[in-house]
Every structure is written in C-alpha cells, then in structure tokens.
C-alpha cells in the first residue's frame, strides 16, 4: 500500500551480515510504549486486547537486579528527590497509564463519547487550535474511577466507518487518572482502526515538532509508527517519510500505517530503510521537520529480566555505554536533513543524562548553524497539570524531561528542538 523507498537494502544486509547482533538491537530499539506500537507500548510492556479490561495490578514480572543496582546508582544522583517515586512507578506495570489518541480518518464519535462517560479527559482539551501556538490550560483530570471499562466496538456497531473525507487535523488524546487499560481496537477487514494506544508522553516530541500543512517531515526512527500517525493527526504535510532500517520492524512499522490511514495517502506517506546515520548525507537540506525518536536505553522494558536473567542485564548495560555515540551520529544526521529554517526533535524513552542532555550538548558544539529552542513555556507549563517535568540545569534548557511520578505515571519521555539557522 505504501511506496518503499529501496536504496540503502543492500547496505542492511551486509551490515547485518558483518555485525554482532548486539548492534542491531542498538540500531532497531527505539523508543517506544501501546499495544499497537508495544511507548506507543514498548515490546515488552503490551497487553493482550480483551473484552473487559480492568484497573487492576499486573502480573508481577521479574526485576533484573544488576539494572535496577545501576539505575539507583546513576538516578539517585541525576534525579534526587523524584528518583525514588519514580522507581516505584517503574518497578510496578500495574499502576502505569496509558493514553488512547483518536484516528480522524475514522469514525471515532461514538468512541470520544464513551470515553468522556467512562471518566477519560482530553489531554489538549482545545485541539482546534494552532498546535505551533501556546497550548492552552488542561482541565483537572476527573476523579472518575470506573471499574471496568466494556470493549469499544461489537459486531452490530462497528465504529471506524471509512469517511469520505477526513476532518481537519485535530490531534485527540484521552487520558483517565486512573491506570485502566482501555482495549485495543479490533481488526476489521476493510476499516480503518479507530484509536491508537500509547504512553501520552510520547505525544509531546510531535506537539514539539509542531508540523504545519505543506511541510516535508522525516521521521528517522519510525518504527512502530505511533509518533508518525499522531503527526498525521495535526497536519497534513506534504510528505512524510517514514525511515527504518531494521526490516522486521520495518514491516510492523507498514502494518501499522496501514491499520491507521486510507489509501489515498499512499503518496504522501513513504517507507524508507535507510541507515539513519547516512540520511543527511544522502537528502541533505530535503526536509522542513525531522523527528528523531532514537534508539535509547528504554527505562521501563529494561528494568525487567529477558532470556538470560541477570546476564542479560549486564549484555544490556554493555549496549547502553555504546548508545550515546550512536544518538549522537543519528542527531548530527537528522539536522544535515534540514532546510535552513527547519527544526528537529530529539526524544527518547530514558531518563539516562548521557544519552539525553549530553547528546544535544555533544551535538551543538560540533555542529555549526543550529540553535536551541527552549520548550518550557510552549509545553511545560500549559501540560504541568498531566506530566513531571524536571528542568534540565541550562537558560534555555538543553531540553525537557517527563519523570514518571505516582498519579502521573507517563515517561520517561526526553524531548528537546534544534533550529537549523543556515
């Protein structure tokens, strides 16, 4: 359904051939948490759809000791007084929160309707604004607590009727104080999926982007798709090119795409499979936007033992010391990508300061013509209600930093603008 774009596949396997599998992880995880996306939810956090889905803890995973022993060690002193309710949020699935982003290319009135009567509150309550202007005051969170919450759809009620045209963009995200797990929509042959689940702190690097009509947008990083589709949801762009590498996410990442928008914007939206190291070089000043949501060390997946127990633990902390170079390398890439004028975001899923701060800073001083926005007014204080932020030491700040906190348990979610001057 989606165009590919084909240079570069031969590169992969010959990379894949001649480098270690630890590699490719490192080139392929990114940041991510729904059961669509697995941070739009990551692999290891996705729950199984189900016709009634309670507020209720989960089923207790096991802790990998040698990653929590370094994560108290480095955010005991990085984050101080927020690190240890942060960790309790993160050592516990059960109380996480999730966000439900509606699909305007579906019909979704009978879905916005059921959420606002089962206690779910919109994120940006005036989404018909701007999404480049000063974000409004969110209304308090109701203190609604439903038990259960019945699934969205039956078979007499189908709720994502193919429209004949799409409304005007309007990005749509519902939020409940409560960690109730909403559903996961139905696949229908035909239709389009009606809502998107995802950690909502995830949408905060597109708010950032701040995608206008007629924009050309690289998403450099875009597997699964969550931040790709939530950028379709505020703008129509001229293109969006939508780059992976690794092809087996590659091939999620057009499932999704295809489960989330009509045909008729099969030559707007793009697969590429480029090494995102080599995107600058290759389409240099082609882009308005770039969006770089990179591999990083993900907070919530990694705290919990894989295959191998407390081997794998120490495999992964291996991995994350050579991160930093990697991020580094994609960042300097996703801002030779822009035009002079263009602005880049740089997020990941960690609260890890060499892999966050260090990178931008590492980056703006070896890359001349670029300038820092700060993002404190334009997202901080307007979502302070709904996210922790914790300002990162700099005027302006080398970026902001969602902390998962308990009854605000979204992040981790690093996020920070670059400016392209010439």
Request: proline share 10%; hydrophobic share 35%; charged share 20%.
């Amino acid at each position: 359904m989606f165009r590919r774009l084909v240079s570069g596949e031969l590169f992969i396997l010959q990379w894949r051939h001649s480098q270690s599998s630890t590699c490719l992880r490192l080139l392929s995880c990114n940041s991510v948490i729904g059961p669509d996306r697995g941070q739009d939810l990551s692999r290891e956090e996705r729950t199984v759809p189900t016709e009634r889905v309670l507020s209720r803890p989960e089923k207790q995973k096991r802790v990998c000791k040698v990653i929590l022993d370094r994560f108290d060690q480095q955010y005991g002193q990085e984050l101080g007084p927020l690190w240890p309710s942060a960790r309790a949020v993160l050592l516990n699935p059960g109380c996480w929160q999730y966000g439900v982003m509606l699909n305007r290319f579906a019909a979704v009135s009978e879905v916005k309707q059921r959420l606002q009567g089962q206690g779910f509150v919109s994120l940006l309550p005036h989404t018909d604004l701007p999404l480049n202007s000063s974000l409004p005051q969110p209304h308090p969170a109701s203190p609604t607590q439903p038990s259960s919450i019945p699934h969205p759809t039956s078979p007499t009620q189908p709720s994502s009727i193919p429209h004949p045209g799409p409304p005007p963009p309007s990005l749509q995200c519902f939020i409940h104080p409560s960690p109730v797990r909403y559903p996961s929509p139905l696949h229908r042959q035909g239709q389009l999926k009606p809502y998107y689940l995802m950690n909502a702190a995830s949408l905060l690097p597109v708010l950032a982007l701040g995608v206008e009509e007629g924009d050309r947008v690289l998403d450099l990083c875009s597997a699964p798709g969550g931040k790709a589709l939530a950028i379709l949801q505020t703008a129509d762009p001229a293109l969006l090119c939508c780059n992976e590498m690794d092809p087996h996410r590659r091939d999620w990442l057009t499932k999704t795409l295809e489960s989330f928008i009509p045909q008729s914007l099969s030559s707007t939206v793009t697969v590429s499979n480029q090494d995102g190291r080599n995107f600058g070089q290759s389409e240099a000043g082609m882009y308005d936007k770039v969006l770089l949501d990179a591999p990083c060390s993900n907070d919530r997946s990694w705290l919990f033992s894989g295959p191998g127990g407390e081997q794998h633990g120490a495999v992964r902390l291996r991995e994350r010391a050579r991160l930093p170079t990697l991020q580094t390398q994609l960042l300097r890439s996703a801002l030779a990508a822009l035009r002079p004028g263009g602005v880049a975001v740089y997020s990941t899923c960690t609260l890890s300061r060499s892999e966050n701060q260090e990178v931008v800073e590492a980056v703006l001083n070896t890359c001349p013509g670029v300038e820092l926005q700060d993002l404190e007014e334009e997202l901080a204080l307007p979502l302070q209600e709904h996210f922790t932020f914790t300002p990162l030491g700099h005027t302006p700040s080398l970026g902001l930093l969602v902390v998962p906190q308990q009854g605000q348990t979204w992040g981790p979610m690093f996020l920070s603008r670059i400016k392209r001057i010439h």
